[in-house]
């Protein structure tokens, strides 16, 4: 079995999915609607897949969500670990500090 992406791709997807039950449609009514593969949505329900912008606004309408809903809480925390971990803040306040 293929594990998510990354704890925000499975969180966007958990929420994709509980919006979809919701509303009792399956997957290939909302992968219809939002002009994608159904094997796509399954994937980003699931959350092995990265979904474009696009798609996660496509989504969102079809399920008559806020896409900003889908994604909020989701950081930098849920992401797999960088090299470094700065902030554009963090990087300013660097450059302030050197001068």
Not at 4 to 33: K, P, Y
Request: proline share 4%; glycine share 8%.
């Amino acid at each position: 079995m293929v594990s998510a992406h990354s704890d925000a791709a499975r969180l966007l997807g958990a929420r994709v999915r509980e919006s979809r039950l919701r509303l009792g449609l399956s997957q290939e009514d909302v992968a219809d609607l939002a002009e994608i593969h159904v094997t796509n949505l399954g994937k980003i329900e699931r959350g092995q897949a990265n979904p474009s912008l696009t798609t996660i606004v496509r989504v969102a309408g079809v399920l008559d969500v806020d896409p900003g809903d889908l994604v909020r809480g989701i950081g930098l925390d849920h992401l797999p670990p960088r090299s470094h971990r700065l902030t554009a803040a963090d990087l300013i306040r660097e450059r302030k500090a050197r001068s």
